[in-house]
């Protein structure tokens, strides 16, 4: 396999007969958001959740989330992205927490972001796998450096992966660009895992990019099984009946 990022990634985890130790991430208050569809079927968002998570690289076992949690409250986007809207998720690299915010009245927030749910996950993990926003630990420093610099040159010869890094406006044009380039990462890689096709042909370089990243970190990876898990998330989807 081609190198992306130079010298071979030096993987530093804990190991016991080489298998990583790393404790699953906790799913917490998602029970506010369960439901029952048009036909009655109850369904816990716990383990929709959980069901999304087989799609993405070490699923729920990844050293940079503790802790995915649903936030029964709004939250506004922060005015440093000088976009008026609420915010659907976070992540915070100290606490290493993925955070889903509601966005909606109740009885209307499932239906409407039950659909999002995995873009919305999928953008925060690969928030959690930047090297300009937490520590990586299974990297070193000049790894980082270089996967930084090889993204940044990508960013000038294809357009932004999303409508929402373009609108993306800050009067320091600096922040503004360290904030689009956090959340272009974040969308690349999230894209990458949604529609992997549809990247490819539109954005071969940030395709290429995402799936050496993740081919690189998480050799173990099996995308043919992710894509059978996506399937099946697909078609959980298709048997609900949403107005």
């Given at each position: 396999m081609r190198k992306l990022f130079g010298e071979k990634f030096k993987m530093r985890r804990e190991k016991t007969e080489s298998k990583e130790i790393i404790p699953e991430t906790k799913?917490?208050?998602?029970?506010?958001?369960?439901?029952?569809?048009?036909?009655?079927?109850?369904?816990?968002?716990?383990?929709?959740?959980?069901m999304m998570a087989e799609?993405?690289?070490?699923n729920l076992h990844w050293q940079n989330v503790k802790k995915i949690e649903y936030i029964d409250e709004k939250k506004e986007l922060g005015k440093e992205y000088g976009i008026?809207?609420?915010?659907?998720?976070?992540?915070?690299?100290?606490?290493?927490?993925?955070?889903?915010?509601?966005?909606?009245?109740?009885?209307?927030?499932?239906?409407?972001?039950?659909?999002?749910?995995?873009?919305?996950l999928s953008h925060e993990w690969g928030h959690s796998i930047d090297p300009s926003i937490t520590e990586q630990q299974d990297i070193s420093m000049q790894e980082k450096i270089n996967m930084i610099v090889k993204f940044n040159k990508i960013?000038?010869?294809?357009?932004?992966?999303?409508?929402?890094?373009?609108?993306?406006?800050?009067?320091?044009?600096?922040?503004?660009?360290?904030?689009?380039?956090?959340?272009?990462?974040?969308?690349?890689?999230?894209?990458?895992?949604?529609?992997?096709?549809?990247?490819?042909?539109?954005?071969?370089?940030?395709?290429?990019?995402?799936?050496?990243?993740?081919?690189?970190r998480f050799?173990?990876?099996d995308f043919e099984k992710s894509n059978k898990a996506?399937?099946?998330?697909?078609?959980?989807?298709?048997?609900l009946n949403l107005k």
């Open positions: 799913i917490e208050g998602f029970e506010k958001m369960d439901f029952r569809d048009d036909d009655g079927k109850e369904i816990k968002m716990a383990e929709a959740l959980k799609i993405i690289p070490g008026k809207s609420l915010s659907v998720g976070d992540y915070e690299p100290n606490e290493k927490i993925i955070r889903f915010n509601k966005t909606n009245d109740a009885g209307k927030e499932t239906i409407d972001s039950i659909h999002s749910l995995f873009h919305i960013r000038n010869k294809e357009k932004n992966a999303s409508s929402y890094v373009e609108k993306i406006k800050n009067k320091d044009l600096q922040e503004e660009e360290r904030i689009k380039r956090r959340e272009d990462f974040a969308e690349s890689i999230a894209f990458t895992l949604e529609c992997p096709l549809h990247m490819k042909k539109t954005m071969p370089k940030r395709y290429e990019f995402c799936i050496d990243l993740i081919k690189q050799p173990d990876f996506k399937t099946k998330y697909i078609n959980f989807l298709k048997g």
